[in-house]
């Protein structure tokens, strides 16, 4: 970046970090719990059911009741720890709202299956990817596998700031004006 280009850090930041994942959009926060509050707020959870995984950090559900929703756990894929695709189906009902899959462990969920069964619901999908930033699904980094993905830059995370940060991603029209 040339000295005086009138473009800002955060700026910079969110533009070399959209191009790394490949998405129309990159939004920084101050961390990965702040990304989730922010992607979960976008689609009026209030009162409505979000089906995620049982095995997480509290930040995934807390955002979920921050945001006037209620968290329904399915249980993870043995081999993977990831949310198992095979449950979200049994866990759909008239009041769900959202998927909120978690990449874990520097892997990502079946994201093809989960996107299918979303599809199918006319579920939007949210992937918390703060333990997958940088892993690749088929291709595609984490960040670019769903709706709207959020991810955590926290000092212990697969790409760690100095102290914390966050932010989140979306290829999704509707939501690049959103963020």
Not at 6 to 27: A, D, P
Not at 33 to 38: E, G, K, P, R, Y
Not at 135 to 149: E, I, M, Q, V
Request: with cysteine.
């Amino acid at each position: 970046w040339a000295s005086g280009s009138g473009v800002g850090n955060v700026k910079k930041f969110e533009i070399l970090f959209q191009n790394y994942i490949k998405s129309k959009s990159c939004v920084a926060v101050n961390n990965g719990t702040s990304a989730l509050n922010l992607a979960l707020s976008l689609f009026d959870i209030k009162g409505k059911e979000v089906i995620l995984p049982s095995l997480s950090f509290v930040s995934t559900a807390h955002a979920v009741i921050l945001n006037g929703g209620k968290p329904i756990f399915v249980d993870v894929d043995p081999k993977t720890l990831c949310i198992d695709h095979n449950e979200i189906k049994e866990k759909i009902s008239s009041k769900t709202k959202l998927i909120l899959p978690v990449s874990l462990y520097g892997q990502c969920s079946d994201m093809d299956q989960i996107n299918k069964i979303a599809s199918k619901y006319e579920l939007p999908v949210v992937e918390d990817a703060a333990q997958s930033f940088g892993a690749t699904y088929k291709g595609l980094r984490s960040c670019a596998l769903t709706d709207l993905a959020c991810t955590s830059f926290f000092p212990a995370k697969p790409l760690g700031a100095y102290g914390d940060a966050g932010a989140c991603f979306t290829n999704n029209e509707n939501l690049v004006t959103m963020l």
